[in-house]
């Protein structure tokens, strides 16, 4: 490998970085040739060299996390990504981004290797004043609904229930590929059940105008929560614009818990009761109002949809998607399928070199109260 990359990360070379937020950083990588097999040569090594390097072409690329470097070391940091990972791996859902590996680099550096989208945030692709269809937004929603739904049923291997809460369901943790799938992401500050990484009492995990009203009053929290927070989502993507604002923390939690909700028929022509009803449904402050389940509420915005007559193109949203991509990931739309990019020497001379010429990630502001070290045990 290249002394001027960036290096490996357990079994993984790193080849580009692809995004930085919080607490973590992620990179495009793919799965590191053996030692043995770099420095093989002449008969009968050669073979072996050539098909070691075409078994890794046949594996796709991946999206490796890691803790960021001045975080790297502390424990607690590394107890929550391998509590991410845990979690993660027990959903099943084409609408969740799976965990495919975890463990320690160099150092003990802790890492997850995850299936690599090639796509854009909920967030990105809804900037303003970019708006998106209404059968669309509709049908994207659902789906982050779907893979909501299965990680809060994920059971251990005895079958119990993990009462996975996400706890930070925003646009930002809704990615969209350019095959115009959604998939829910980061479950860095789910809660469930064994997890080794508490949140302190009365500490409040999330982005503050996406919390539940339960969240905002540091409340016990169950499913229903997570559902208010794609709610809110919802409403934004439909009406173009943010739900609940303000100047200060205390500003944007007061209209959490108190400012009323426009209905979504008044603010976007074409959107009817229908859809209004099932969003307003979400966004119940009393939680036993709200739809149960995510499942309840994906298939009220799909039933609405139809009833209203909103079509959905998924390749009207890829075709989208594929125009805002990051660059790191514009080589890969091309040979995207599901389980992701398939490596091929091009894509690799191509990230390479974005290496090389200095592209790197975006920084994620992450929006979220003042964060406070979870406890352990």
């Not at 208010?228 to 943010?242: D, P, Q």
Request: net charge neutral.
């Amino acid at each position: 490998m290249d002394s001027s990359g960036l290096g490996t990360v357990g079994p993984y070379e790193l080849l580009v970085q692809l995004a930085v937020g919080g607490m973590a950083e992620v990179f495009i990588a793919r799965r590191a040739r053996a030692a043995g097999v770099e420095g093989a040569g002449g008969g009968s090594g050669e073979n072996a060299k050539a098909s070691a390097e075409a078994e890794i072409e046949r594996e796709p690329l991946v999206a490796v996390k890691r803790i960021r470097a001045d975080l790297r070391y502390e424990s607690v940091y590394a107890a929550m990504l391998f509590d991410e990972a845990g979690i993660a791996s027990r959903v099943v859902s084409p609408n969740f981004v799976p965990v495919l590996d975890c463990g320690l680099g160099e150092g003990g550096a802790p890492y997850i290797a995850m299936e690599l989208v090639v796509g854009v945030t909920l967030k990105h692709l809804t900037r303003p004043p970019e708006t998106i269809g209404v059968g669309d937004a509709l049908y994207l929603i659902a789906q982050a609904a779907e893979g909501l739904h299965a990680a809060h049923e994920a059971r251990d291997s005895s079958g119990e229930l993990l009462q996975v809460i996400h706890r930070d369901i925003s646009p930002s943790n809704v990615l969209v590929g350019v095959d115009g799938r959604a998939s829910i992401c980061d479950l860095g500050l789910a809660y469930a059940l064994r997890r080794t990484t508490r949140t302190k009492t009365g500490t409040v995990k999330g982005k503050l105008s996406y919390l539940s009203p339960e969240q905002a009053h540091a409340r016990p929290l169950d499913r229903r929560s997570d559902v208010f927070s794609l709610g809110v989502v919802a409403w934004e993507v439909l009406a173009g614009r943010r739900l609940f604002v303000g100047s200060s923390m205390l500003s944007i939690l007061h209209a959490v818990l108190e400012r009323e909700v426009p209905p979504l028929s008044s603010e976007r022509e074409g959107v009817g009761q229908a859809v209004t009803a099932a969003v307003a449904r979400a966004l119940e402050r009393d939680r036993d109002a709200r739809w149960p389940t995510a499942a309840d509420f994906a298939r009220a915005l799909r039933d609405a949809a139809e009833r209203e007559g909103h079509a959905a193109s998924r390749g009207v949203i890829g075709a989208r998607v594929a125009e805002i991509l990051p660059v790191p990931l514009r080589p890969l739309a091309p040979s995207y399928a599901p389980g992701g990019p398939l490596v091929t020497p091009e894509i690799i001379a191509a990230l390479r070199s974005m290496h090389e010429a200095g592209v790197v990630g975006e920084r994620e502001p992450s929006g979220m109260l003042a964060r406070r070290r979870p406890s352990q045990g």
